[in-house]
C-alpha cells in the first residue's frame, strides 16, 4: 500500500502536468518519470520491511508457529534456551537475541542512511 501512495505523490506533481501538457504517452511518463522517483522511497520502505520481517519470523518461531523445527532460526535459539534462562545458562538465550537485535538494528540503520542519501531535499 505504501508503494502505491508513493507513485500516487508523484503522479500528482508538477512535471508530469507538464509531460501530460505534451502530449507523451503514459508508458513514456510511467518510465522516464514515475518510476525513476518512486525508486528511493520504495528502497527506503525495502530495507524497513525486511527488518520487520525478520523480527516476525523470529517471534513467530519463538511461539512454535515459524518455520519448521529442523530449520534454523533465531526465535528458536531463543526459545530453546529460554527455559535456562534462569539457571546461570542465561548466555543459550542471550547470544542469539543480541544477534538479532543487531542484525534489526543494523538494517533499520541502513534503511534511515539510504533515506538521508536519497533524499533530494538534503543539504549538504
Given amino acids: 500500500m505504501r508503494q502505491r501512495g508513493a507513485a500516487i ?6 512535471y508530469i502536468e507538464a509531460a501530460r501538457s505534451l502530449a507523451l504517452p503514459w508508458q513514456r511518463i510511467l518510465r522516464r ?5 518512486c525508486i528511493p522511497p520504495l528502497m527506503v520502505i525495502a530495507t524497513i520491511d525486511l527488518a520487520h520481517a525478520i523480527a516476525l519470523e523470529a517471534t513467530l518461531s519463538f511461539l512454535g508457529v515459524g ?3 529442523t530449520e534454523p532460526s533465531l526465535g528458536m535459539l531463543i526459545s ?3 527455559e535456562f534462562l534462569l539457571s546461570g545458562y542465561y ?3 542471550f547470544f542469539p537475541g543480541l544477534a538479532l537485535a543487531i ?6 540503520l541502513v534503511g534511515d542512511h539510504l533515506r538521508d542519501i536519497l533524499n533530494p531535499r538534503n543539504e549538504i
Wanted: proline share 8%; hydrophobic share 50%.
Fill in 9 to 14: 505523490v508523484e503522479r500528482n506533481k508538477e
Fill in 33 to 37: 518519470h514515475v518510476f525513476p522517483n
Fill in 67 to 69: 518455520v519448521p523445527v
Fill in 80 to 82: 530453546n534456551g529460554f
Fill in 91 to 93: 548466555w543459550i538465550s
Fill in 103 to 108: 542484525i534489526v538494528i543494523a538494517i533499520n
